[in-house]
């Protein structure tokens, strides 16, 4: 089973940013047992969301010719609550990207109110060489953020910070 932490993204940008948002719902199963006595996304959940929309914005600025393996949180910090029925929005930025690695900082937000933050989120990078695969995950970017083959063609690219 897949745990998608985010529930559309808003923005993009090859190469420099990506914006997702997550709405919290009472009725998701893991708030039912609480966090620190609280119904509340629990920090590990928040970082997690950060970690597949910096992730996105990896396989995004290449193209989907790589498979992005999360190796490294620095400096994570969680700075507030999300409690049900609020929306939670990612904005992940990337700090460089090289041939083997990706490196990114991301921050999530309860409207304008920081949540959570992390300096840096470092990423290993395999090539993917099958043109069926780099389809099939273009074809899972455009599932996973509901937007359409047109519109991912269409983001425009950022300067690639090396």
């Known amino acids: 089973m897949r745990f998608l932490l985010y529930d559309r993204v808003l923005d993009a940008t090859k190469g420099e940013s990506m914006v997702a948002v997550k709405h919290v719902s009472l009725t998701e199963d893991h708030l039912a047992a609480g966090y620190a006595g609280r119904r509340l996304l629990s920090g590990s959940l928040l970082l997690e969301s950060m970690a597949q929309v910096a992730g996105w914005l990896v396989h995004l600025s290449t193209d989907f010719t790589v498979s992005a393996f999360l ?38 937000y309860d409207e304008t109110t920081p949540i959570a933050r992390v300096a840096r989120l470092n990423y290993v990078l395999q090539d993917i060489n099958d043109p069926a695969e780099v ?28």
């Not at 609550?81 to 904005?91: D, I, K, Q, S, Y």
């Not at 899972?140 to 690639?160: E, H, N």
């Open 135 to 162: 389809a099939a995950e273009e074809n899972r970017f455009r599932y996973y953020s509901g937007w359409s083959l047109d519109r991912i063609r269409a983001v425009p690219t950022g300067p690639v910070p090396r």
């Open 71 to 108: 190796c490294l949180i620095d400096r994570a910090e969680i700075v507030g609550e999300l409690p049900p029925g609020r929306a939670l929005r990612v904005e992940a930025r990337m700090l460089g990207l090289s041939k083997r690695w990706a490196q990114l900082s991301c921050a999530a």
